[in-house]
T-cell receptor, first 113, second 112 residues
Framework: EAQVTQNPRYLITVTGKKLTVTCSQNMNHEYMSWYRQDPGLGLRQIYYSMNVEVTDKGDVPEGYKVSRKEKRNFPLILESPSPNQTSLYFC????????????FGPGTRLTVL | DQQVKQNSPSLSVQEGRISILNCDYTNSMFDYFLWYKKYPAEGPTFLISISSIKDKNEDGRFTVFLNKSAKHLSLHIVPSQPGDSAVYFCAASEGQGGKLIFGQGTELSVKP
């Protein structure tokens, strides 16, 4: 089944404790992206990657890091999480050149205390 | 500064009637627009899109209209069904780059 998977789905952590949210897709898509969803703000793009070893900042990259060492994986790293990073996070992927259908993962609910 | 705005946080419609969801944008360089639908506890799913060279695109019960001079797009759902109840996000992109800007979302409730 074609899908984007994220782990963990739920995470409660404390300020300053480094964490990684993994994202993996099995559709051989070149493009992958991370978003956060907050009430009243909709979805905001954090980082995106057009292909392996190519990453770019979205609208809200501060406090986040990403890496794209292989095509299928695009982990989101929070080196020192803060409470304002409490949010619902989505990973997405699509083929390059087809900017219609981004396939989204199920989301990761992160709470930073 | 919000480049893509959905000014109605919620909309309630009777089953069988038309639902109209609106979206405004400020960046005249946007040339591709999309609508996504999101159910609770799921990721968004792509619904319909439109290129700036068109002013209308239809897919079954869903039609998107684009008014470039007003920097406004709308999604029409006819007839509305209870299963259409979800949050709808409009999004815009510029060129073939990777940035995608979303609006705040409109929660549609279709009542039987």
């Amino acid at each position: 089944e074609a899908q984007v998977t994220q782990n963990p789905r739920y995470l409660i952590t404390v300020t300053g404790k480094k964490l990684t949210v993994t994202c993996s897709q099995n559709m051989n898509h070149e493009y992958m992206s991370w978003y956060r969803q907050d009430p009243g703000l909709g979805l905001r793009q954090i980082y995106y990657s057009m292909n392996v070893e190519v990453t770019d900042k979205g609208d809200v990259p501060e406090g986040y890091k990403v890496s794209r060492k292989e095509k299928r994986n695009f982990p989101l790293i929070l080196e020192s999480p803060s409470p304002n990073q409490t949010s619902l996070y989505f990973c997405a992927s699509r083929p390059t050149g087809d900017y219609n259908e981004q396939f989204f993962g199920p989301g990761t609910r992160l709470t930073v205390l | 500064d919000q480049q893509v705005k959905q000014n109605s946080p919620s909309l309630s419609v009777q089953e069988g009637r038309i639902s109209i969801l609106n979206c405004d944008y400020t960046n005249s360089m946007f040339d591709y627009f999309l609508w996504y639908k999101k159910y609770p506890a799921e990721g968004p799913t792509f619904l319909i899109s439109i290129s700036s060279i068109k002013d209308k695109n239809e897919d079954g019960r869903f039609t998107v209209f684009l008014n470039k001079s007003a920097k406004h797009l709308s999604l029409h759902i006819v007839p509305s069904q209870p299963g259409d109840s979800a949050v709808y996000f409009c999004a815009a992109s510029e060129g073939q780059g990777g940035k995608l800007i979303f609006g705040q979302g409109t929660e549609l409730s279709v009542k039987p």
